[in-house]
Structures are given as C-alpha cells and as structure tokens.
C-alpha cells in the first residue's frame, strides 16, 4: 500500500499556503509535508498513515464571543421557553431569557479548571433541546442555521467564520495524500452537513461530541432520534479515544488551541514516522480575539514538548 | 460533488463477478450497480451517497462451527485458567476446559431468541480477557491469531475463509464509486488488522463491537487500553445507529444473513435512490454448512420486502 506520492504527480505546492506569513509556523508546516512526502530524503510516509485530525472551535472557526454552536441552542431555549413559560426560571433557559452571558462564560472557565457541574446543567438542557428529533430533521435545522445565522460581532455569516489559513492548511494536507478528520467538542451532527463545503472534510470524518442515538422500526426505513442522554463528550482525554475508535490510527498531525486538546496532541507521536502538532494562539484582537483562557495547560505542553504554536497576529496575514 | 463515473472510465465490469452464477442474484447486482452509474437512463448516484454496509460473520466469512473470534477467544480463555485455576469452575472458562461447545452454541441460540443472560456470562470472560491491555497489544495478538491459526473442519486458515463470491462483490463495488463498510456484531478491534488485505476495507471503515476504553498519559505518546466493561454490541438496531454515527448517511447496499442484521437492511432504504439488500442463505452444507437458525425473522422480513436472497448453493459456483 506504500505509495510513493513525490513520485506520484501530487503535489506538495506550499503556495497554496498564501495567507500563512513566512516563518516558523509556516516552515514546520512545509518541512512536515516535505518529509511525509519523502522530499527530505526519508523514505515516503504510506499514504494510509497520513492522518491529520482537527480540533473545530478557536481551530479551525471562531469560538468567541461563544462557540457558534452555542448560539444555535440558545435560540432554541428561547423557543422552548415560548412553548413552556415554567422553564424560564430554570438553567440553562433562565440565563438564557435573561441575557446573562456571564453564566456560559463562567461554565467554560469553570470547565476548564476542572469543575463540569454547570456544564452538565447545560448539557442537560441541551439534551432536552432536541430529545425525540430525528437526525434527519436535526440536520436540517442545524443546516439552516448554519447557512442563515450571522456573527454577532464579526459583521458576517458563520459559513464565514472559519480561519482562511487553516482552510489553506486543510487543503495543502489534502492535495499530499492526508485524510483530514475533525476531532471537536463540538457537536458531531451538528457539523456534518457543512464540514465538507467549508474545510473539504466529508461527513464520514467528522468526531464530535454526541447524544444517544435511538433506533426504531416503525415507520419504513426506520428511524433513528435523539434521546435526552449524553454519548461522548469529546474532549480532554476523550478525543485519542474518540480518534482511535473512527481511525484505528494514530494521526501524525494535530491541531488545537485548549486544555481540552492536550492528550490529542500528545497522543500524534510516532517513534518512527514525522508528525506535526499546531497550536493556535488567539492572540490577535484586532482581527479576531484575544484570550489564552482556557489554554494555560496546552501552552505549557507545546512550550515543554516543542510542539509548533502559530501566531494568529503574526503568522497570518489575514484571518478570515 | 456529482461524478458521473459512468463517463469517468471507472468500469461497472461485471465480469468481475467470475464466481456468480446467472442468476436472479447476480442479475440483481449487476441492474443495481447500472442504475447507480447511470447507465439504465437514470442519472447517476452521487459519489458520496455510494455506500455499502456488510456485517463480516456469515455474510462475508465463515462462522461456523463456531465465530473466528469465539477462537480466539477460547485460547485465551485456555491460557488464563493456565494462570489462575479458580476460574476453572467457573462460565465461560469451564466450558472452554471441558470443551463443550454445546454451552457456547445454546447462548447464541439464545441470543437470536431474545435471551441475553448468557451472552452476558460469555461478555464478562471477554471483558476480563484483554482488561489493562493496549489497542496496540491486543492489535497484535488478533493479527497474529488470524494470520497462524486454521479452521478447524475446513482445512484452511482463517485468512482464507472469506467467501470468494462476496469479496468479487466487494471489490465490483469499490471499481463502482462505493465506499464499503463492515458492520459487523463481531469485534472492530479484532477485524481490523485484516480487513484491507482480506476485503479491501480499511480499517476506518470496520464498524464493530468495541470495549470502553481508557486514556492514559503516563507514557510518551499517550497509551489506549481495554477497561472490562463494553462499549457497544453492534448487533440489532445498534447496527443502524453505529452506521449512521460513522457514515452519516443511510447505505445504498446492505449485505447480512442473521436476525441481527434485519435493522441495518431496514435502514437501507432511499426513497429517491436504488438500493440493494442481499440476505445469504446458508443452505449449501456440501461446500460450506446448512443452517437457518438465528435467520428465521430475517428470511420472512427478505420474502416480505423482496430483499434480493442470494443462495451459496445456487448463486455461487465457489464459496472459497
């Protein structure tokens, strides 16, 4: 199954990489792909080892003001609270009907200290959300939203809100015989119907977070729906698991910006094959935002381990 | 994303079918597999919607007198009572000592009627087998088993009992734009190591039973291992939701021959696309074995809904 791909016609033409500045980030991107493609001397890497997984939000698309996903649901709790006033004292709906931002932004700040018991009340909300919906018509209203909603802040649409450096990345990996897979916290069906228009990652390659899924055979074809009870939640020491379970391999690159893509980056290493290990570091106010909350752990691994940190401000010369 | 492939030089060869006989069967493939290229005057089925679900045991390989992974197991059943002589009294090691099989075949007969109790015993000594131990390890150990050890009526290793008519199937697929998945109720971590070689199925494509499994970062790199407790029993209506959490899409085929098939055939139906449900009859006790047990609802489901039954007997002029 070795193939030979420096021989093959594919090309690794590092100028599709146009809004990545030269530098450090860029150059171990290139070097990389130089000697996964055995341009470096080494013997080529079999195109079946060239995996490369993706943390999604603050990744390869704006988490800020919050993770897009979240808006989704929060427009959602409002419809619910329409149809049942009674929530409207409780969480997540209460914060929700209330405007209180800080009590997300307290949730993941507290997540990633280590205390999930607001995150829970939220995921139990969020299960409630779309218990009993089919993952057809889930789909469609994630797709809907996804292709209509607009950024609060940014002045543009979500479809618009990935990183236009990391799309070029996604691309380069693609064109050298790499299969890009999306290893997110994010939810998984809630990605998939634009995740292969937007990074050119089929559905099948989407790892996410997911509900229990349930099967019925009453109606022709069957039907599979949402119940109210977490599957996965993929992050921290979940994602090698999630990754390994969908891949059977571990990848030789990765790519994060969170705590909660620590072990996934650690677990890309190979004693014997080159990986790539990215860390994006939001650290460009102007463009996008500024904050490494929630990333003092993974910093220090990158710093320890030599692990490549990009610099939105400097290693980018645009950001969407 | 629409490739017509009928025009793109990827043949719809039917000769590869060489251990086919004419017949309704074949016929069946044959129109299915034109009107997904477009040649039968419809247009062709897009790319991505070309999938293939497969469960592995009796439907591509051998799975008697007993499942390939029922061996494997029982030697390691072999070596643990070796290693603790307490478990000798106790399921499933006691029968794996005193041979009888009878208690082995009884808890599928079981299971394909409804009893769950003693797969359950069974699972526990599956559990505790690889308990602590590595993907890696346990990779080895299943790669090593496959490629050393012979069936044990058949007069040939395991490699070579899958079913050469179904693996020209396989194949006349892929040449076909289909992405072919395994699902099967057997273990994903057992098939993989073999699976490309064996079906040209790569191992992101076996959908399977799985462990829960744990990540540790005590090492360099992260290490994977077994806890004793399952993940996932891919069987029954777990079939359609394990397909639909890798895939993200409802199957074009579905190949299967037991009762636990019956919901992953259901599920492979398109309102507005061709599909193809083929049901192996095991009634050629000459080449292979004769037996319908455990096939009972899923023969009636097959007559009722016109799934296409593909007899080893009749259809085929080899099995292996």
């Given at each position: 199954m070795t193939e030979n791909v420096a021989d093959s016609?594919?090309?690794?033409?590092?100028?599709?990489?146009?809004?990545?500045?030269?530098g450090s980030a860029r150059q171990a991107i290139v070097e990389f792909v130089d000697r996964v493609r055995g341009s470096a001397g080494t013997p080529p890497v079999p195109i079946e080892e060239r995996i490369a997984v993706f943390d999604n939000d603050?990744?390869?698309?704006c988490e800020k003001p919050m993770p897009i996903q979240l808006d989704f649901i929060l427009r959602r709790f409002a419809e619910m609270v329409a149809a049942d006033?009674?929530?409207?004292?409780?969480q997540p709906w209460k914060a929700t009907v209330e405007h209180d931002y800080g009590w997300f932004s307290q949730l993941l700040t507290d997540h990633y200290g280590g205390d999930d018991s607001q995150v829970k009340v939220l995921l139990g909300g969020v299960l409630a959300?779309?218990?009993?919906?089919?993952v057809e018509e889930f789909e469609k209203k994630s797709d809907t939203f996804l292709r209509t909603a607009r950024h609060p802040t940014l002045d543009r649409g979500y479809l618009e809100c990935g990183y236009r450096p990391m799309i070029e990345l996604l691309a380069y990996l693609a064109a050298n015989g790499f299969a890009n897979y999306i290893a997110s916290g994010g939810g998984r069906d809630f990605m998939r119907p634009v995740t292969n228009e937007l990074?050119?990652?089929?559905?099948?390659r989407v790892i996410g977070s997911s509900t229990t899924l349930s099967y019925s055979g009453d109606v022709p074809g069957g039907s599979i729906t949402h119940l109210?009870?977490?599957?996965?939640?993929?992050?921290?020491?979940e994602k090698p698991i999630r990754i390994w379970s969908r891949v059977g391999r571990r990848p030789l690159v990765a790519g994060g910006n969170s705590n909660g893509d620590s072990e996934m980056l650690e677990f890309?290493?190979?004693?014997?094959l080159p990986t790539l290990r990215l860390l994006i570091l939001h650290d460009d106010p102007d463009r996008e935002f500024g904050y490494t909350s929630g990333a003092e752990r993974v910093l220090e691994s990158a710093h320890r381990e030599g692990w490549t940190v990009v610099s939105m401000k400097d290693d980018w010369t645009t950001v969407f």
């Open positions: 016609g594919v090309g690794s033409d590092a100028v599709g990489l146009v809004s990545w500045r030269d603050g990744t390869l698309w006033e009674s929530l409207r004292d409780r959300a779309y218990a009993g919906v089919t990074y050119g990652v089929p559905r099948e109210p009870a977490p599957e996965f939640l993929d992050d921290g020491p890309t290493r190979h004693t014997d």
